[in-house]
C-alpha cells in the first residue's frame, strides 16, 4: 500500500515538473515569441474578428529581474457595419501569476466615448458610428435604417478631420460624411452636393 502510494506520488511529481519545465517559454525571450503567442491566444479567443492586431508592445524587467513584455492589441468586430466594436486587449508575456487586465471596450451598442471624460473621435471605428448618430447626420441614419447592406470605410486626414464613406449596392446611393475628431461633430454630408451644418459655408 505504502509502496502504491508513494509511487503516485512521484509520478505527480514528475509530471508537475515536466509540465513546469515544458510551459516556459524558452530564454532570451524576444518580441517574436511574444507576438506570436499573443496572436495565437488572440485568434482563439476571437475568431471571428475582422481585426485582430497588435498597437504596443513594450519589453520590461519584473522585480526579480526576470524580463517580460507587455502587448496591447487592438480586435474589431463588423469592420465595415453601422456599429463596429473595438475592444483593446492587453497581455503579459510571459504570463504572470496575477488576474489579467480586462478588455477595454472603445465602441460597443453603436455607442461612442465610453467612461472617457473628454470625448475625442481617435478610432475609425467611433467616426463610423458617430457619422449616422450624431445631430447633423440624420440622412445617413435614414440611409443606414433603409438599406441593410449599408457599408463604411473610414480615413483621417491626420490633422483634425475623419471622412467616412458609406455605400450600398441595393440603394445605388452614397454619402461622404466629414466628422471633426476634436471638436466630437459632424462637419458636413455630401451626397451630390454639400449639405452644410451649423452654418458652414456652401
Not at 529581474?65 to 469592420?79: E, H
Not at 472603445?106 to 448618430?133: M, Q, R, W, Y
Request: proline share 6%; charged share 20%; aromatic share 10%.
Amino acid at each position: 500500500m505504502k509502496t502504491t502510494v508513494l509511487l503516485v506520488l512521484l509520478i505527480a511529481l514528475a509530471l508537475a515538473a515536466a509540465w513546469f519545465v515544458f510551459s516556459k517559454p524558452s530564454y532570451p525571450l524576444t518580441q517574436e515569441d511574444a507576438k506570436k503567442y499573443f496572436i495565437e491566444d488572440l485568434s482563439s479567443k476571437y475568431p471571428a474578428a475582422d481585426v485582430r492586431e497588435i498597437t504596443e508592445i513594450t519589453s520590461l524587467t519584473a522585480q526579480d529581474g526576470t524580463p517580460y513584455f507587455q502587448l496591447k492589441a487592438r480586435i474589431t468586430n463588423g469592420l465595415s457595419t453601422p456599429c463596429p466594436e473595438r475592444i483593446h486587449v492587453y497581455y503579459d508575456y510571459p504570463p504572470k501569476n496575477f488576474v489579467a487586465q480586462p478588455p477595454e471596450y472603445i465602441t460597443k451598442g453603436c455607442k461612442v466615448c465610453l467612461n472617457v471624460d473628454t470625448c475625442t473621435l481617435a478610432f475609425p471605428e467611433e467616426a463610423i458610428i458617430a457619422s449616422h448618430t450624431y445631430v447633423g447626420a440624420e440622412m445617413v441614419s435614414q440611409f443606414v435604417k433603409d438599406n441593410s447592406d449599408a457599408k463604411a470605410s473610414a480615413s483621417f486626414d491626420g490633422a483634425d478631420t475623419w471622412t467616412v464613406k458609406w455605400s450600398s449596392a441595393s440603394s445605388g446611393r452614397d454619402y461622404t460624411v466629414e466628422v471633426s475628431k476634436s471638436q466630437n461633430k459632424i462637419l458636413s454630408v455630401v451626397s451630390g452636393q454639400v449639405v452644410p451644418i451649423g452654418g458652414l459655408p456652401n
